[in-house]
């Protein structure tokens, strides 16, 4: 959840309202976002050094955690 001035923002109902409550619609641009982000990663992966990051390298997956 991120914060405005306002205050919290409910990060699912937004993505919901911007596709006008379109369930799959949300959820196809989710997986469109994230096979970019990897992608990018790919590239960044492939730009830097070992020596630059200190031995740290991109994780292409993460621990999912249900809340």
């Known amino acids: 959840m991120t914060f405005n001035i306002q205050g919290p923002v409910d990060e699912i109902a937004a993505?919901?309202?911007?596709h006008d409550g379109n369930v799959r619609a949300t959820i196809g641009?989710?997986?469109?976002?994230?096979?970019?982000?990897?992608?990018?990663?790919?590239l960044t992966q492939t730009?830097?050094?070992?020596?630059?990051?200190?031995?740290?390298?991109?994780s292409f997956d993460r621990d999912l955690k249900r809340e």
């Open 15 to 18: 993505a919901l309202a911007f």
């Open 29 to 42: 641009t989710l997986i469109v976002d994230c096979r970019h982000l990897r992608e990018q990663l790919v």
């Open 47 to 58: 730009a830097m050094s070992i020596g630059f990051t200190r031995g740290w390298t991109p």
